[in-house]
């Protein structure tokens, strides 16, 4: 009877150390479908106001998973370039800054380094001056969006899920 009662008491703590609440089953960090899915709605209300207010065009931009160093681990990452820019770094950043701030996101701004970064739960924005222009304006601007978290779940999915196209939101 002893030895039942404590077969059912280890087969307990078993069960409660692999249970899905635990912190250690890392079921903290997002799956990739659930992440694609929640930045890709982001970008989707995000980016046409974003763009309206840089006033420049945006050349490329796909967002697709990328495995670091081959251990499981993925990022989910947009990158684009934003040229023909009508105003100075100072009016980009401030409009990038207020648009952002709009959609939830919490902003830091260095004008220094004409770079502003952006938070908003699993998802970071970055916007950063990629080729100065002249002492009144700016030729472009390099636009990024990615994963603030770590995503180690769905393996499958991640090497298999086609790019995004973030163009397609600004029809």
């Known amino acids: 009877m002893t030895r039942i009662l404590l077969v059912v008491l280890l087969m307990a703590f078993a069960a409660a150390c692999t ?7 890392g079921d903290d960090m997002p799956d990739a479908k659930t992440f694609k899915k929640e930045m890709d709605a ?6 046409p106001d974003l763009m309206t207010a ?6 490329g931009m796909q967002a697709t998973f990328h495995e670091r160093g081959g ?11 934003v040229y023909a820019l009508p105003g100075t770094d100072d009016q980009a ?3 990038g800054s ?4 709009d959609h939830g996101f919490t902003v830091e701004t260095d004008k220094e380094k004409v770079r502003l ?13 990629a080729f100065p222009g002249d002492d009144k304006g700016v030729a472009s601007l390099n636009l990024s969006m990615s994963s603030a978290a770590t995503i180690s779940e769905g393996d499958d999915f991640a090497e298999s899920a086609p790019a995004e196209d973030y163009l397609d939101y600004l029809k």
Request: charged share 20%; proline share 2%.
């Open 98 to 101: 207020r648009v952002l701030e």
């Open 93 to 95: 950043l401030a409009a």
């Open 117 to 129: 970064r952006a938070s908003k739960g699993n998802i970071s924005v970055l916007v950063d001056s």
């Open 42 to 47: 982001e970008a989707a209300s995000l980016l």
């Open 54 to 59: 840089f006033g420049g065009q945006l050349n």
């Open 19 to 25: 249970s899905p609440g635990s912190t250690d089953s």
């Open 71 to 81: 251990f499981g681990i993925w990022d989910y990452t947009a990158k684009g370039t």
